[in-house]
């Protein structure tokens, strides 16, 4: 198995861009989660999702976010516009049903920076 | 919302120490994992506990669950430098109302050679 695979690992864009960050989820799995890092706030949940479905977006910073899951194997992350505060490394993770039993399944992050 | 307690914040230690960290809840829970986060990579589940009281060991790693289900522990034995990285704490209640796992803010950790 590939594992969770987040594409671009690096971005680097101009404040007022539009960024889309995206995920493909591990085979089989139904839940895939959208979180922030940074130094001050740590590990944040944006939004997630079950069965392709939002269940809870209520991290979502502010409405220049938005993430969609148009199908089981593909999900996004969009920024728009863009601001310098947005920099930080945004992870995906997926997991089957028993993910609060065996944890989440992340990939490798992709780091953003906003200049 | 519920939030994790991780201590220390960082760890500035030696190679062949050992290493202890841990994490506190001001709710139970009835799952405990700890992730490993390597410089540049996404966390990497280590071990996870679903008793309280239990210990349980990977390679030098030992967890254990608290007893009283609101703290969890982390030891490494005799640290090597590739246990560099940030360490996270999460906790869940399979079954219950709270749908998510909850992490704490991580304890990095430093190994001088």
């Known amino acids: 198995d590939a594992g969770v695979i987040q594409s671009p690992r690096h971005e680097v864009t101009e404040m007022g861009q539009e960024v889309t960050l995206r995920c493909k989820p591990i085979?089989?799995?139904?839940?895939l989660f959208w979180y922030r890092q940074t130094m001050m706030r740590g590990l944040e949940l944006l939004i997630y999702?079950?069965?392709?479905?939002?269940?809870?977006d209520s991290g979502m910073p502010e409405d220049r976010f938005s993430a969609k899951m148009p199908n089981a194997s593909f999900s996004t992350l969009k920024i728009q516009p863009s601001e310098p505060r947005d920099s930080a490394v945004y992870f995906c993770?997926?997991?089957?049903?028993?993910?609060?039993?065996?944890?989440?399944?992340f990939g490798s992050g992709t780091r953003l920076t906003v200049v | 919302g519920q939030q994790l307690n991780q201590s220390p914040q960082s760890m500035f230690i030696q190679e062949g120490e050992d290493v202890s960290m841990n994490c506190t809840s001001s709710?139970?829970?009835?799952?405990w994992l700890w992730y490993k986060q390597d410089p540049g990579e996404g966390p990497v589940l280590l071990i996870a506990?679903?008793?309280?009281?239990e210990l349980t060991s990977n390679g030098r790693l030992t967890a254990q669950f608290g007893i009283t289900r609101k703290d969890s522990f982390l030891n490494i034995s005799a640290s090597i430098p590739s246990d560099v990285g940030i360490y996270f704490c999460?906790?869940?209640?399979?079954?219950?109302?709270?749908?998510?796992?909850?992490f704490g803010k991580g304890t990095k950790l430093s190994v001088k050679p």
């Open positions: 993770a997926s997991t089957g049903t028993g993910g609060l039993l065996y944890g989440y399944t």
């Open positions: 085979s089989g799995h139904n839940s």
């Open positions: 999702f079950n069965n392709n479905v939002p269940i809870d």
């Open positions: 709710s139970i829970f009835n799952t």
């Open positions: 506990l679903y008793k309280a009281g």
């Open positions: 999460a906790g869940a209640n399979y079954g219950g109302s709270q749908g998510n796992l909850i």
